[in-house]
Nanobody, 123 residues
Framework: QVQLVESGGGVVQAGGSLRLSCAAS????????MGWFRQAPGKEREFVAA????????YYADSVKGRFTISRDNAKKILYLQMNSLKPEDTAVYYC????????????????WGQGTQVIVSS
């Protein structure tokens, strides 16, 4: 089992940057594909980025490609999301998730979720 805790959210002006972290507990973090999702008020949870258990492959939503970077440190059991050139439409609660299967854009493929961290981008 994996427990996930996100941090790093906050309020930032448009064009600014934030780095989100997701700390994992449990000995098998390196065996899970990981993903970031987000949910804005009144909207469904949407895929942001995913990474394989080795970190060798990544996958991004079109809306964040070129601006966000997902990475992981298996030794420290931490997942990261570097967010640059932030836009007001990036405002949402951001969640990290772990999948026993392959990395995927569908939230239904993920087995464990964190509590989320709020990101607010002001214009």
């Amino acid at each position: 089992q994996v427990q996930l805790v996100e941090s790093g959210g906050g309020v930032v002006q448009a064009g600014g940057s934030l780095r989100l972290s997701c700390a994992a507990s449990g000995r098998t973090f390196s065996m899970y594909a990981m993903g970031w999702f987000r949910q804005a008020p009144g909207k469904e949870r949407e895929f942001v980025a995913a990474i394989t258990w080795t970190g060798g492959s990544t996958y991004y939503a079109d809306s964040v490609k070129g601006r966000f970077t997902i990475s992981r440190d298996n030794a420290k059991k931490i997942l990261y999301l570097q967010m640059n050139s932030l836009k007001p439409e990036d405002t949402a609660v951001y969640y990290c998730a772990a999948s026993r299967g392959s990395y995927d854009a569908s939230p239904h493929r993920y087995d464990y979720w964190g509590q989320g961290t709020q990101v607010i981008v002001s214009s």
